[in-house]
């Protein structure tokens, strides 16, 4: 069936260094994908997003790339610090039409040595 | 401003028992979400309201599940009777149709960790 992947469970990088989650997803029909960050035991909260007709998007220490020809997701963060700690997941989100339903992946764990 | 709030945050019951969650959206959020996420998975969309219509329950098990937002706001999950595969962390989220490139930013409360045993 269609869902949203992870290639890497787990990412340890060291503090000041650039980190970049990937993502794979198999739905070509997707409107928006976003990237959440879960720390433990609190709920997802919101990245970043894009939209299916855009490449790249950039936050405040935070960027995301789509590359729709390979479907690959990718959020890169910039500078890492300690509180960016946490399980990241790319979801796929069909917009207003599917009534904003978010799909999401298995997580990736970044962790980060100091 | 106040977040999602969801209540409680820890439930431990005997299978065969009956479980209720709650939750509060942020004031103003018309659509609320209801998730349950399996431990090192992402959550997994049970049930939508738009104010207080459930439009989409299709990933609901409806022999045990139900769930009611009756005036709008407050929303109750419930399930009767819980299995041991149902232990999971139960999330709400609220969305107002706008923030992020679509309107698709959701507002995730902190969960209830259900543990069946």
């Known amino acids: 069936g269609e869902s949203v992947g992870l290639h890497l469970p787990t990412l340890s990088v060291q503090e000041g260094d650039n980190s970049i989650i990937n993502c794979a997803y198999s739905?070509?029909?997707?409107?928006?994908f976003i990237w959440y960050k879960q720390e433990s035991g609190k709920g997802p909260q919101f990245i970043i997003d894009?939209?299916?007709?855009?490449d790249k998007r950039q936050g405040q220490r935070v960027t995301v790339l789509l590359n729709k020809t390979v479907k690959h997701l990718s959020l890169q963060i910039a500078a890492t610090q300690p509180g960016d700690s946490a399980v990241y997941f790319c979801?796929?989100?069909?917009?207003?039409?599917?009534?904003?339903?978010?799909?999401f992946g298995t997580g990736t764990q970044l962790k980060v040595e100091l | 401003e106040a977040g999602v709030v969801q209540s409680p945050r820890y439930k431990i019951i005997e299978k065969k028992q009956p479980v209720a969650f709650w939750c509060n959206p942020i004031s103003g959020h018309n659509t609320l979400y209801w998730y349950r996420q399996n431990l090192g998975q992402g959550p997994e969309l049970l049930i939508r309201y738009e104010n207080e219509e459930a439009v989409d329950d299709s990933q609901l098990p409806k022999d045990r599940f139900s769930a009611e937002r009756l005036k709008g706001v407050d929303s109750t999950l419930k399930i009767q009777p819980a299995e041991l595969g149902d232990s999971a962390v139960y999330l709400c989220a609220s969305s107002s149709g706008r923030g992020g490139v679509a309107g698709s930013e959701q507002f995730f409360g902190p969960g209830t960790r259900l543990t069946v045993l």
């Open positions: 979801a796929e989100n069909r917009g207003r039409r599917g009534g904003n339903k978010l799909t």
């Open positions: 739905n070509s029909a997707s409107d928006y």
């Open positions: 894009i939209r299916s007709n855009m």
